[in-house]
Nanobody
Framework: QVQLAESGGGSVQAGGSLKLSCAAS????????MGWFRQAPGKEREFVAA???????YYADSVKGRFTISRDNAKSTVYLQMNSLKPEDTATYYC???????????????WGQGTQVTVSS
């Protein structure tokens, strides 16, 4: 059992930065693959980034070069550093965990409640 809690969302102007955190509770965080997804109003939840238990990293093309995913197993936390933010990055951001890894929503069993990111132009 894993419980996830996101934090760090907020409102920024285009070009700004935010760093999201996802704190996990429960055992064996270091063995889980972690993902970040986002969902804008009226749109499907979409993949943003993922990091495997061994720190292999994957990004959606839309955020590559701007976002950085990382993990700190000692703190049971995964991060998403978001730079050069654009209005189209506005969404609720969710972290997810599973023993599998992928870019589909169904690849992850455990989900956080989400944190809102709003980017104004």
């Amino acid at each position: 059992q894993v419980q996830l809690a996101e934090s760090g969302g907020g409102s920024v102007q285009a070009g700004g930065s935010l760093k999201l955190s996802c704190a996990a509770s429960g055992r064996s965080f270091s063995t889980y693959n972690m993902g970040w997804f986002r969902q804008a109003p009226g749109k499907e939840r979409e993949f943003v980034a993922a990091i495997s238990w061994s720190s292999t990293i994957y990004y959606a093309d839309s955020v590559k070069g701007r976002f950085t995913i990382s993990r700190d197993n000692a703190k049971s936390t995964v991060y998403l550093q978001m730079n050069s933010l654009k209005p189209e990055d506005t969404a609720t951001y969710y972290c997810a965990a599973d023993n599998r890894i992928g870019a589909r929503r169904n690849d992850y069993y455990y989900w956080g409640q989400g944190t809102q990111v709003t980017v104004s132009s």
